[in-house]
């Protein structure tokens, strides 16, 4: 007579997650001017680079990670990006095999999600849930939002804080934090963008970014002007920075910004992405709505200074 599985296949799937991943996620002890912290972090690459989130780096003047099989290694901060709240760190010992990393882009509300990490100081721990939604934005201490923020409902608590999210097939798809508090499970998520940016940690040690020196707000266009031009919505000019691209360029508090480069503009989220590092030092044409009019300008976008 066969043995009865103790393991449905909800378990079974988090068992692997766990038995995967768990070896590649490290608990990070870190100190600082004002004392110690700790957070978590992964390995990502099999020559001894490790992310995790940028505050949990933030400060730091040493660092240790330590894996479940009971190594220890010291690891050097390589780069920080607090406006995406992701960090390299780097360790010249040997460390266990990196993670593999997923495409946060594919996931569905729904589908089953691991995090891996330190919580309250607790090495090597797990939680399991779903995708509770997708495309939310997490404000970051730097006062830029990362965009399409996956949210979960598998526990996250202090510590957690730079660990894995991890699909079903062990895919790290996500970096888990636990700035947002109020219970929420939020994670940074790994796709195009964001694997860019820790490829430039890796290599430069930071991220170049353009800046343009608007601030705004979403705002609902006019009926009419919203069937001209196919959107509900634009981004009201609420302040310009003095001598920055946009004032020099001739935007005006109370314009409406309808399109940046030819890409349709509905928000402030949709500016940030248009400021990447090939923007810098590269005229662009700006369309807004002023005084009843569509008016194209020209602005020469900057380097935004480091955060």
Known sequence: MSEVDPLDAYSRAVVSVADLVLPSVASITVRTSRGAGAGSASVI??????????????????????????????????GRDPLSDLAVLKSIDKTPA????????????????????????????????????LGR????????????????????????S?????DSAGRMVGVNTALAGFGLGLAVPINETTKGIIE???????????????????????????????????LRVAGVSEDSPAALGGIRQGDIVIEIDHRRVVSSTAVQKAMVEN?????????????????????????????
């Open 279 to 307: 923007a810098i030092d590269h005229p662009i044409e700006v369309t807004v709505w002023r005084n009843g009019a569509l008016v194209d300008v020209i602005l020469v976008p900057t380097e935004l200074a480091d955060a």
């Open 98 to 133: 990196p993670v593999q990393l997923g495409d946060a882009s594919g996931l569905r509300v729904g589908q089953l999600v691991v995090a891996l990490g330190n919580p309250m100081g607790l090495a090597g721990s797990v939680t399991a849930g779903i995708v509770s939604a």
């Open 200 to 234: 430039s940690l890796m290599t430069k040690g930071r991220v170049r970014r353009a800046w343009l020196g608007i601030v705004g707000a979403e705002t609902a266009l006019s009926p009419e002007l919203a069937r001209r031009l196919g959107s509900s919505t634009g």
């Open 162 to 166: 730079g660990g894995v999210l991890a």
């Open 137 to 160: 934005s997490l404000p970051t201490s730097a006062g830029r939002v990362v965009d399409e923020v996956i949210q979960t409902d598998a526990a996250l608590n202090p510590g957690n």
């Open 45 to 78: 690459t099999a020559d001894g680079f490790l992310l995790t989130s940028a505050h949990v780096v933030e400060g730091a003047r040493s660092a240790r990670a330590a894996f479940t099989d009971g190594t220890s290694v010291e690891v050097s901060v390589v």
